[in-house]
Every structure is written in structure tokens, then in C-alpha cells.
């Protein structure tokens, strides 16, 4: 992938357990944030 390419779509589980999908989503804005977890080092 290149700077500026489309994210493939993709489905994840929220924080409360319901799907997320990003193609749901087309046409607002979306950040994504990786996080490893606690006390894990980065």
C-alpha cells in the first residue's frame, strides 16, 4: 500500500462486542488507532 490508498474493508468487534465495519462507514472520517496493550513494550 501506498500513502493516500484506500483501506480494504474490514470487520472488527467493538468494545461492547458489536460488529464495525469500515465500508459502513464510507464518506466520514475514520482513525484508526493500534494499541498492543498494557504493559507491553512499544
Given at each position: 500500500?501506498?500513502?493516500?490508498?484506500?483501506?480494504?474493508?474490514?470487520?472488527?468487534?467493538?468494545?461492547?462486542?458489536?460488529?464495525w465495519?469500515?465500508?459502513?462507514?464510507?464518506?466520514?472520517?475514520?482513525?484508526?488507532?493500534?494499541y498492543?496493550?498494557?504493559?507491553?513494550?512499544?
Open positions: 500500500m501506498q500513502k493516500g490508498d484506500k483501506a480494504p474493508d474490514f470487520t472488527l468487534r467493538d468494545s461492547n462486542g458489536d460488529e465495519t469500515l465500508s459502513d462507514h464510507e464518506g466520514e472520517v475514520i482513525i484508526l488507532l493500534f498492543p496493550g498494557d504493559d507491553t513494550p512499544v
